[in-house]
């Protein structure tokens, strides 16, 4: 055979093969393209939600007042931010079936508050005909509570704040953990160890199981409307949990978009710290008596009776600064 035929019968076995894994590469470019759009959408849509968590028309529910990470997390604001920056980036802000359709992929959105936190689902209720109607509403706000076998219940937060009830006692008491936990009757109250371990763990494991049940609800909806996709929640790491449980924020998903022969899972968290500012505290310091100012712990040693937003404002009303050595304390 010559050498003519072997580069024909090459071609006509291999170009069909070339072609289809050309294909194949491109089809996967497509998708990757794809993936990072929606992956990039809601990313930046979640971080303009959480942004907006700490914008509050009242001042006492700003940060540095009692609390450092107190907040009133605005979740009417920062849902409307979510849905206005995702639907903006992906082109639809204008199309309201577009916008219908990507809305059944987003099974949950997560705000976490101060003091607990909210889950905004699609729920399915009975209209005044009898006939029964979904829509995505709030579902009641939920605390990080915690019991023990004794009766006792305990209210976390997103720090050392705490109200407890004692069981024994029947009373209930505020306050932060460190400072309870002397007199105290409730045993986790007592440890400051084991109190932040169990803090953080039934925060997380109070937000995933309430989320794992959503989802379940929506995969129920989404069968009956013929979606074979099963909608379940992504495994996110302890760190991103950690980092997500130290201030208020938000947490969404987007799952079961059809991409290629895949189809879209992930979910993105924004903090509602960004635009914190710095408090600095004032009183006089219960050892030598003299009024000073100072910031965060270095703060501790004095009997604070003001808050100010900067070292000149309190400087302005008769405090000196406190000297901090903490910071260099081994």
């Not at 050309?22 to 990313?43: C, I, S």
């Not at 009417?76 to 079936?97: K, M, P, R, V, W």
């Not at 712990?297 to 903490?326: Q, V, W």
Request: glycine share 8%; proline share 3%; net charge negative.
């Amino acid at each position: 055979m010559k050498i003519t035929d072997f580069c024909l019968v090459f071609i006509v076995i291999f170009f069909p093969v070339f072609l289809i894994v050309g294909y194949h590469v491109q089809d996967q470019r497509n998708v990757r393209f794809t993936e990072l759009k929606y992956v990039t959408a809601l990313r930046t849509a979640v971080q303009d939600a959480g942004s907006m968590l700490n914008v509050n028309e009242r001042q006492e529910f700003e940060s540095g007042y009692g609390s450092a990470k107190f907040f009133k997390a605005d979740k009417e604001q920062a849902l409307d931010t979510f849905y206005h920056t995702l639907y903006a980036n992906l082109g639809i802000e204008e199309d309201a079936a577009a916008q219908q359709v990507l809305d059944r992929y987003i099974p949950a959105v997560v705000v976490i508050d101060y003091d607990g936190y909210w889950v905004y689902a699609e729920e399915e209720y009975k209209g005044a005909d009898g006939m029964a109607y979904a829509k995505h509403l709030w579902l009641p706000k939920k605390p990080y509570s915690y019991s023990d076998r004794a009766g006792n219940l305990v209210h976390f937060t997103l720090d050392n704040v705490v109200e407890a009830y004692q069981a024994g006692s029947g009373t209930w008491i505020k306050g932060l953990q460190r400072e309870l936990g002397p007199t105290a009757s409730i045993p986790l109250l007592q440890d400051g160890v084991r109190y932040e371990q169990v803090r953080r763990t039934t925060i997380v494991q109070a937000i995933e199981d309430d989320l794992a049940n959503v989802i379940n609800r929506h995969n129920e909806k989404a069968v009956r409307n013929g979606t074979s996709y099963v909608f379940t929640l992504p495994l996110i790491s302890q760190e991103e949990w950690n980092n997500s449980i130290d201030d208020i924020g938000i947490l969404a998903f987007i799952q079961g978009i059809p991409i290629g022969e895949q189809a879209l899972n992930n979910y993105a968290l924004g903090s509602g710290r960004l635009v914190k500012s710095t408090v600095i505290k004032a009183g006089v310091d219960h050892r030598t008596g003299i009024r000073y100012y100072s910031r965060g712990d270095c703060a501790d040693d004095l009997d604070a009776a003001e808050t100010f937003t900067s070292a000149k404002e309190a400087a302005a009303n008769g405090y000196f600064e406190k000297p901090c050595t903490r910071a260099f304390e081994p």
